[in-house]
């Protein structure tokens, strides 16, 4: 059936333009950076070339100040200070767990606030980055779920979410320094923070093509994961405008229990999803689809569930993820037992799918996977606490 309109919520992205101030260049794709150099002076004719020099350093480089821009002319660096600035968003705070994963708690404007984490690996290291503030789904096994949704977030906060991982990580070559020299800290990002990436498509898909772009950060399309609950009308353009790899958070093998646990269910069920899913291999040109299972004790950890599990997605090439409850205060559920998560996954494995089950990382800083909601909405919520047990 074909899409009318994209598929958003009734939310605003503030606009890029600060108010009676400058235009922040972060976020804005090449054609819109060289319709803003022209708006401000630029010559048509040098566009093209300035837009390449400025991607360079912005986003190759790392380098934010126009004043250092240094290939550039005095009086054109000049020219770019009065109507441009790069900005990206304030790390509030950083908490470092045990096993090294880093988070932060980051301010964008409305002075409104994300949280990012940085996985660290022996040979790689992943960046779980956030498309809203908030989350509107209330999946009921997730900590962020219960944060109300507040707004999108711009292309420019997407994208600013990795400049200021590797700002922290010290991951940016020097100018002059042959790019590749240094080792990659950040070699994979992952659209599984806060919010559902679908619900913000184009801000997104901007974001991601920034990412990817060969003469900037230059992370191929394949060390990209867009995490996704089932918004089925934009799956397909996910395929064929980001071409991103797609994990899907599945965590159940019937529409009654998933209902519960993924609302979004009851407007796209498991059957659609699936029929829709069987494409986007062949779309977005991927080797599978990965499917998120978070292990609930005595909800959806069977022997039955798993043999069903494979029922439902024979056909489609898939791994299996297998998540481990990360617990929060408050949560209705517990993590099932670890040999009851090990029996579930034999019965994938010698179904012929990879079933890794994963290690939760960063439970000491409340920063694993279905954990992670900002620092002030959860002590917002503990003075709501405090004063409803006082009788106010």
């Known amino acids: 059936m074909t899409q009318t309109a994209p598929i958003t919520q009734d939310v605003l992205t503030i ?69 441009f600035v790069v900005t990206i968003p304030e790390v509030v705070s950083k908490q470092v767990s045990t096993d090294g994963t880093r988070k932060y708690l980051v301010r964008i404007a409305g002075g409104h606030e994300v949280e990012v984490v940085y996985i660290p690996e022996t040979d790689r290291g992943t960046l ?9 789904l209330t999946c009921s096994f997730c900590h962020t779920g219960t944060q109300k949704l507040v707004r999108n977030l711009t292309a420019g906060e997407i994208i600013g979410q990795v400049m200021l991982a590797r700002d922290d990580l010290n991951e940016w070559p020097r100018p002059g320094e042959p790019v590749g020299e240094r080792p990659r800290l950040i070699s994979n990002i992952v659209l599984m923070g806060m919010g559902e990436p679908l619900y913000n498509f184009d801000n997104v898909r901007d974001a991601m093509k920034i990412a990817m772009d060969g ?45 519960a646990l993924v609302p979004i269910n009851k407007k796209w069920n498991i059957a659609t999803l699936l029929d829709t899913l069987r494409d986007y291999p062949r779309l977005s040109n991927s080797e599978r689809i990965t499917f998120e299972y978070v292990m609930l004790k005595d909800v959806n950890d069977s022997d039955a569930d798993a043999r069903r599990l494979v029922q439902l997605i024979k056909g489609i090439p898939a791994k299996i993820n297998l998540i481990p409850f990360n617990e929060w205060p408050g949560s209705p559920y517990e993590r099932s037992d670890r040999d009851r998560i090990q029996r579930f996954a034999d019965i994938i494995y010698k179904a012929g ?40």
Not at 245 to 252: E, I, T
Request: aromatic share 4%; proline share 4%; glycine share 6%.
């Open 353 to 392: 799918y990879a079933s890794p089950i994963r290690t939760p990382r960063g439970e000491d800083i409340m920063a694993a996977c279905g954990q992670l909601k900002s620092a002030t909405e959860r002590a917002r919520k503990s003075r709501a606490q405090i004063e409803a047990e006082a009788g106010h």
């Open 128 to 136: 779980c980055i956030s498309s809203q503030v908030g989350c509107t």
């Open 15 to 83: 606009p890029r333009k600060l108010p009676d101030g400058p235009v922040n260049l972060v976020g804005l794709t090449r054609d819109a950076l060289r319709e803003a150099l022209i708006a401000h002076g630029t010559p048509e004719k040098q566009a093209k070339m300035r837009v390449n020099q400025i991607w360079q350093w912005i986003y190759q480089w790392g380098v934010r100040d126009f004043h250092a821009m240094t290939n550039l002319a005095k009086a054109y660096r000049a020219q770019l200070a009065e109507n």
């Open 215 to 259: 003469e900037g950060i230059s992370l191929s399309r394949r060390r990209i994961t867009l995490s996704t609950s089932g918004v089925v009308p934009e799956i397909a353009k996910t395929a064929q405008e980001i071409g991103c790899l797609l994990a899907v958070s599945f965590h159940a093998t019937t529409d009654a229990v998933r209902d």
